[in-house]
């Protein structure tokens, strides 16, 4: 159950405008942090192809934050297929060595 002491309200300016956002009080830094990724974007943008509109500045920074997004998540992904075949592949490797030693024993 959250508390609502733990919540306040921070502004935080995006490209053009100014939102009120409720946020917990231990996230307030990631949110002020993601606030400026996107200005720095949207800067770059603007810089980058000057006289577009504002709303195509939006939508490509946002087409760009998806992208990274489900490439990190292919990266994840794919950690976890590694850390697995690395655990399977020890795990393969002491019982050989385990099955070695006592046919060693028996001989």
């Known amino acids: 159950m959250d508390n609502n002491q733990d919540k306040f309200v921070i502004q935080l ?3 053009k405008q100014l ?3 409720t946020v917990k009080r231990e996230q307030e830094g990631m ?8 200005n720095e974007k949207l800067s770059r943008y603007e810089q980058s192809y000057p006289n577009l509109g504002y709303e195509r500045y939006t939508s490509v920074a946002l087409l760009d934050f998806a992208v990274q997004m489900l490439q990190l998540q292919e990266q994840k992904d794919e950690s976890l297929y590694t850390e697995t075949v ?3 592949s020890a795990e393969i490797d002491a019982l050989l060595k385990a099955g070695k030693e006592e046919a060693a024993d028996e001989a």
């Open 13 to 15: 300016l995006i490209g």
């Open 19 to 21: 939102y009120p956002i």
């Open 31 to 38: 949110y002020r942090k993601a606030a400026q990724l996107i």
């Open 86 to 88: 690395g655990r399977l």
